[in-house]
């Protein structure tokens, strides 16, 4: 577990905000429930976007904008048939996300409101796939790196329906790795060996607590 430069944000309502960074298939889920075992609360945005793709408005948009092919026979959209659409095109990946992030922000604020006056809540997790790529890490008092050797990555993914190359293929649509890492203030070793969750359990323990007493600190 290693720190890198901490410049604290502003709190919101009293309680940090911790970003959660890290390759695909590191295992940034895992560390984010660990956190919300330990007293906070964790926002998944893969989550948050389920739901927001079940607005009747957003389906209607999407399919619109790409036709019936993005919904399923359930009626409900598709998100391959999405991330298909978009993987190639910056331009579609740009429209989507100004229909879904504003909507995904919105939520996650009401979230954290109606948990601000929750004294067991003792900070905000966000589990978001692409926290730099979409900015929020500057929302964040904190960014933890989830650090997981290739190998444990792809065995991970290929629970997932991946392989090697898919993974390789989608990571170089995103920041690299070595940037997230050296942004990031702290960094958790997630290796996928046998026993190894008590020391992931005890370095997110240690990095809760710092992050506690620096946005508590006066100044």
């Known amino acids: ?6 410049n604290a944000r502003s709190v919101f309502q009293g309680k940090p905000i911790i970003g959660i960074a890290g390759g695909i298939g590191s295992g940034k889920s895992f560390v984010a429930r660990l956190f919300g ?7 998944n945005s893969d989550d948050m976007v389920r739901r927001v793709y079940r607005d009747a408005n957003v389906k209607h948009t999407l399919k619109q904008w790409w036709g019936p092919m993005v919904i399923d026979p359930g009626g409900e959209i598709d998100r391959s ?8 095109l910056p331009s579609e990946r740009t429209r989507l996300e100004r229909l879904v992030h504003p909507i995904v922000n919105q939520e996650r604020e009401k979230l954290m409101n109606a948990a601000a006056a929750d004294p067991s809540i003792k900070a905000y997790v966000w589990d978001t796939p692409l926290l730099f790529e979409t900015h929020l890490d500057k929302h964040c008092d904190a960014v933890v790196y989830v650090d997981s050797p290739v190998e444990d990555r792809v065995n991970r993914v290929k629970e997932r329906g991946w392989d090697e190359a898919q993974l390789r293929t989608r990571e170089k ?5 070595d940037s997230k890492r050296q942004l990031s203030h702290y960094s958790i070793a997630n290796p996928a060996g046998a026993g190894d969750a008590d020391s992931v359990r005890n370095q997110v323990r240690e990095v809760l607590s710092r992050i506690l007493e620096r946005t508590a600190a006066p100044g």
């Open 173 to 177: 649509s995103q920041m690299p790795l």
């Open 81 to 88: 048939a999405v991330a298909r659409k978009i993987f190639n």
């Open 1 to 6: 577990m290693t720190a890198a430069r901490y």
């Open 37 to 43: 075992e330990m007293g906070c609360l964790v926002i």
